[in-house]
């Protein structure tokens, strides 16, 4: 095939004008499939695609949206996925690069191990797609597709805010706040660089319901390092929450809502919750918890009132981004960036491609997630996907 390397990006700006240029005229644009430079109908190319593990929905959703979306474009796919294991990664990226990958889109469990599986990709050439997790302290991550992440985290808080009376859905006060609400709090993993976005974006919607007393914080757990959850483990989530009921609600403080970062981390806390008596739904007294992802079990439990809210990230839309960015680069191109400020590796800013998100309460689950077909209502009503 035609090998897209860096080295030929400066040309590539050159060789793109001619395939526009040969466009304009013919008529057929880039990925048509019309045998020219850019519409060679990926014959011959290849694309590794690493992910960090099966044991959650989002990333199976992923793994195989990024795959049939380059397999739409004629490219052949390598998806791994990981097990959450961070030297299983790093050998899966290390023979995707033997394997002689065109272009590597990235997943990363640990956003700081993959400095030399970067520089090998690196001096072979292959530009690296960041998906969804920022891969930190290389200068060779290319690109950089996600979600907002920052406002990942102030849809949490407000959905909190929201489920506990304080405020509307949309964050203005209600007025009609009885608190002082106890809450507690819980972040993600501390190795992936998108848990601290999400932490900052909560407690900076919270902030000011902390301050003025609204809201307080029993345990005292209010750092990032003392309330994240290594590897977003559900079983380390409910333990922790087993551990400050026991520690500070045993003697009858009440406990009004929990914040949490992810659907796996939203359900091992309310197993841990119902553990003690509580609910079983919010009707019957169990706490406002939040979540992440719209996982099928958690989205079920929405329906049924036990989980609070979740905050819907359509993959779908972030496959696309993915495949976009890596067409681009396979014809020669760069893709198209829509923030250049925001996320730094710590070696250099990473143009990046944000996305939006919805926060899903009960009502939300028919418009958002059944009538775009995300899923059908029976997938919600059973709690697993077909
Ligand atoms: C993703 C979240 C996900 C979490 C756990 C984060 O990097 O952005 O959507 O909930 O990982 O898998």
């Not at 050439?125 to 302290?137: A, C, F, K």
């Amino acid at each position: 095939m035609r090998r897209v390397t860096k080295a030929r990006w400066g040309a590539a700006a050159t060789s793109s004008l001619l395939v526009l240029a040969l466009a304009a005229c013919g008529g057929e644009g880039a990925g048509s499939g019309d045998g020219g430079e850019a519409g060679d109908g990926g014959e011959d190319v290849k694309i590794g695609v690493a992910m960090p593990t099966e044991t959650s929905e989002r990333w199976i959703a992923d793994g195989d949206a990024v795959k049939s979306g380059l397999e739409e474009l004629g490219y052949e796919v390598d998806l791994q996925f990981a097990g959450d294991d961070i030297p299983t990664q790093t050998q899966q990226i290390d023979s995707m690069i033997t394997g002689g990958v065109d272009v590597l889109v990235i997943a990363s469990i640990d956003g700081t191990a993959l400095t030399s599986q970067l520089d090998a990709a690196a001096a072979a050439n292959i530009p690296v797609i960041s998906y969804d997790r920022l891969i930190r302290d290389s200068e060779n991550v290319d690109f950089y597709v996600t979600f907002d992440n920052y406002a990942v985290g102030v849809a949490q808080a407000t959905a909190l805010l929201a489920g506990l009376g304080i405020t509307d859905r949309e964050g203005e006060p209600t007025g009609e706040a009885a608190g002082p609400y106890n809450v507690e709090l819980f972040a993600g993993s501390p190795d992936d660089n998108n848990a601290g976005f999400f932490f900052q974006g909560a407690m900076d919607t919270l902030e000011p319901y902390i301050a003025d007393g609204t809201i307080t914080v029993p345990s005292g757990q209010t750092e990032f390092d003392q309330v994240a959850t290594l590897r977003w483990s559900q079983e380390a989530a409910q333990k922790r929450m087993e551990d400050l009921l026991t520690s500070t609600y045993s003697g009858g403080t009440e406990l009004h809502g929990v914040l949490s970062p992810f659907d796996g981390i939203s359900r091992g806390i309310i197993t841990a919750l119902q553990g003690v008596g509580m609910g079983p739904t919010l009707e019957e007294g169990l706490p406002v918890v939040t979540g992440q992802d719209a996982e099928i079990a958690s989205v079920k439990l929405i329906a049924d009132g036990v989980q609070s809210s979740t905050i819907f990230k359509d993959t779908r839309k972030l496959a696309d981004q993915a495949v976009v960015a890596a067409q681009a680069y396979v014809e020669g191109e760069e893709p198209e960036a829509n923030d250049t400020e925001t996320y730094d590796n710590g070696v250099k800013v990473v143009p990046s491609y944000l996305l939006e998100v919805d926060t899903v309460f009960a009502e939300d689950i028919a418009p958002l997630l059944v009538e775009s077909g995300y899923y059908t209502q029976d997938e919600v009503d059973a709690g697993v996907t077909d």
